[in-house]
């Protein structure tokens, strides 16, 4: 028996809770941008916990600071934000002109 629904002691949602620093939060934002991104990949490229990603992707939904999108996917609601990965290819480019 999971000791989450042991009788008398009903669901400890409270006790799952994750709390993520300041750093993380900025780790996983910097990943976002105007381009949807799976939280996955999200989890993949910023190297944290998937508890922590979802946690701070949970956190910028209930501020209004992402956009959902289908397929799981998710983006950053400020749309003069661009992704990292847009910045070194735009550097890439301006370095071969």
């Known amino acids: 028996m999971c000791p989450a629904s042991a009788p ?3 669901f400890r949602a409270a006790a799952l809770a994750i709390d993520a620093s300041e750093t993380q939060r900025s ?3 910097d990943l976002l941008g105007p381009t949807p991104v799976a ?3 999200i989890i993949r490229q910023a190297e944290l916990s998937p508890a922590v990603v979802r946690t701070v992707v949970l956190e910028l939904d209930l501020a209004g600071r992402l956009e959902r999108h289908a397929g799981g996917k998710s ?3 400020d749309s003069s934000k661009i992704r990292p990965v847009e910045r ?3 550097a ?3 370095h071969r002109r």
Do not use: H, K
């Open 8 to 10: 008398g002691q009903g």
């Open 27 to 29: 780790r996983v934002t």
């Open 39 to 41: 939280v996955d990949e």
């Open 75 to 77: 983006a950053s609601s």
């Open 88 to 90: 070194e290819i735009d």
């Open 92 to 94: 890439v480019d301006r």
